[in-house]
């Protein structure tokens, strides 16, 4: 099953981004207000609620990981903390993209903004300290993905700040069914993206930490050179 | 033949430019003006007409200051008044050109998804790559034990 599940999610995957792809520039009409650049609003939002998601999976399982001390969990964490940068980054490009085209800016330091870069750099720092980090890192690692796990309510608080975020109005104006419909076909599409690629990166972080323990014993037992 | 087509094409190309630009206007009451007042459009299709209009713009004083050729400040005044009916028409162009750019704004749309499917694609890339030599890794501990335990004399291989 857990050989087959990664294709079957992929292939989903698959499917769902071509449908979704053509259903955001053929079959949604355009928006009132920010008209074509509104059609970024399909994926840059699912990239954060996959991000919200990694984040919390992370912070989850470095608690446990914390409590009970098993490696599983330190798998689960490493690799959902790698997703969230990888989606974070993407929501923070596309943002700024389309803060361009809606705001005449790049960037604007407002709180959603700066909360989900910070949410962003904490999953940084947690892949480096993992990374470079040597002995004693998964534990440094497991609390600060806690603490981007904390970050998220911020980020819900900030977008309620006022009516500056085009995403706030965005999620006011899908009254059309059609945007609704793809909206969500796109956010569901993301999140099997993000199981397949989990599945793939624990199955992977194991296979190295396997690895790295086989090769410890072979040294210990004296069959490998160091 | 051939030198016929290459005159006659000559003959079109310059007749063509001749045409195309229009003949320069009258120098006004004062030739020292020589240079055009500041706001003066580029496009010469909008250059004042070089017979002054019959009614002065509202805009313009009456009287031109003093210590100043009245001929030129008039033709000034003209100019500015004349401008000011092109500037407008100008910026409601403007505006109607930035409001199609916005409702077919396609450049940054095109940017977004770009950036997604380069992100995307290089995470791919990179995952494959470490998988690759994840499985290099495996295949050679296989090898060094193999070696280990089939000649049974202590350390082998190196990994």
Redesign the interface.
């Known amino acids: 099953m857990k050989r087959t599940l990664v294709p079957i999610l992929a292939a989903l995957a698959a499917v769902g981004l071509v449908y979704t792809l053509w259903g955001v520039f053929v079959v949604t009409p ?1 928006d009132i207000e920010l ?3 509104q ?2 609003f399909y ?2 939002v699912p990239n954060w609620f996959v991000l919200f998601t990694a984040v919390v999976v992370a912070g989850i399982s470095s608690l446990l990981y914390l409590k009970k001390r098993a490696p599983r969990y330190d798998d689960v964490a490493t690799a959902a903390a790698e997703l969230a940068v ?1 989606f974070g ?2 929501g923070l ?2 943002g700024s ?2 803060a ?2 809606a705001w005449n800016a790049w960037w604007v330091w407002e709180p959603r903004l700066v909360t989900s870069l910070l949410i962003w750099l904490i999953m940084v720092g947690y892949v480096l300290v993992r990374r470079f980090g040597g002995t004693g890192a998964e534990r440094l690692a497991a609390g600060l993905a806690v603490f981007g796990m904390v970050d998220i309510p911020l980020i819900y608080v900030g977008v309620n700040q006022g009516d500056r975020h085009p995403q706030a109005k965005v999620v006011k104006q899908l009254d059309e069914g059609t945007m609704k419909l793809f909206f969500w076909l796109s956010v569901l599409t993301y999140f099997l993206i993000f199981a397949a690629l989990l599945l ?2 624990i199955q ?1 972080i194991r ?2 930490r396997e ?1 790295r323990v ?2 410890e014993r ?1 040294l210990d037992a ?5 | 033949m051939r030198r016929l087509i290459l005159a006659s094409f000559a003959l079109l190309t310059l007749s063509t430019i001749a045409v195309a630009q229009p003949a320069d206007p009258p120098p006004p009451s004062a030739p020292a003006a020589g240079a055009p007042a500041a706001g003066t459009p580029a496009n010469p299709a909008a250059a004042p007409p070089a017979v002054p209009a019959a009614t002065p713009p509202s805009a313009a004083p009456s009287q031109p200051p003093a210590g100043k050729d009245p001929a030129l400040e008039a033709r000034r005044m003209q100019c500015r008044a004349e401008f000011a009916s092109d500037l407008a028409e100008m910026e409601l162009e403007s505006h109607q050109r930035s409001a199609r750019l ?5 450049r ?2 095109i ?3 770009a ?2 499917w380069v ?2 694609v290089g ?1 791919l890339v990179y ?1 494959w790559q ?2 690759r030599e ?1 499985d290099r ?2 295949h050679q ?1 296989q090898r ?2 193999d070696a ?2 089939r000649d049974d004399k ?6």
């Open positions: 355009m008209f074509f650049s059609k970024i994926y840059h990888l980054a993407m490009i596309t993209i389309w361009r085209a793939t990166r992977a296979a190295e690895l086989i090769h072979g004296g069959l490998l050179e160091s | 916005i409702a077919t704004n396609e940054h749309v940017l977004a998804y950036a997604l992100l995307a995470f995952q470490r998988q994840l890794r495996i501990l060094d034990l280990a335990t202590g350390p082998k291989g190196k990994s």
